[in-house]
């Protein structure tokens, strides 16, 4: 029996132990924009994907919805590594804006099979982010 | 300075301790086909965006690529959460593959907001894997 048909990865998400604190990254370094939040829980758009940033210790217990249904314990640990997509030509763009940020660049690779690069930097969580053109892969 | 555009989360990273047995369950159960591959690294494609297994323990140092450049230390930790989209449609069809699989359902949550439900499930790891219908947040 085959399997059903999967989209994209449609949420990733940040273990965080200050929200305000990753929320400033996100959003004044990173440009997010917040959507559906609170104190646990905030929710970024980002293209048709989704970036949740979940306080660290904050779903260790089942959550049950109005209707009765229980969401699991969802809480992990990290920091984790993941990669935002950006277009080759806004590299050095994104290089200046974060160094403008004070936030430093861990490292630049240039990758052989599709002759981009990619950005390395620490989020204030120590989660790895890069900045990586979606060619190293082969998506257009 | 406003942020340069980002595109799609492009890489989500899952820590395994087996490699042979998170494949087997990514490809077997999920239905999805490896790409790049070797013994501490597994690159899927799912739609426009890219999951990869790393072996835990294994991305503790730099790397340094051919050309000199350094990829940085990029382990992690777990278990996380993270998401597929599936189509609504598909949710009992994914339902009876993955219990016909073995696989336990953790927990079905039907959201008020979107009239969308999610499936929640375990992978070998403990990661708390998740099909979402892309209209629980708004995305088309």
């Given at each position: 029996m085959s399997a059903p048909a999967i989209g994209n990865i449609l949420e990733t998400i940040l273990y965080v132990d200050d929200m305000a604190r990753a929320r400033a990254f996100y959003e004044n370094v990173m440009g997010l924009e917040a959507g559906i939040n609170d104190q646990f829980m905030t929710a970024y758009r980002v293209g048709n994907t989704m970036l949740l940033?979940?306080?660290?210790?904050s779903r260790l217990e089942d959550q049950?919805?109005?209707n009765g249904d229980l969401i699991p314990p969802l809480d992990g640990a990290g920091p984790v590594h993941f990669a935002f997509a950006a277009a080759q030509q806004d590299?050095?763009?994104?290089?200046?804006h974060l160094e403008g940020h004070g936030v430093a660049i861990v490292s630049t690779v240039r990758w052989e099979r599709s002759g981009t690069s990619s950005l390395y930097f620490r989020d204030p969580d120590g989660h790895v982010v890069e900045l990586?053109?979606?060619g190293l892969w082969g998506i257009g």
């Open positions: 940033l979940f306080k660290r210790g049950e919805m109005p590299m050095e763009a994104w290089r200046a990586a053109a979606p």
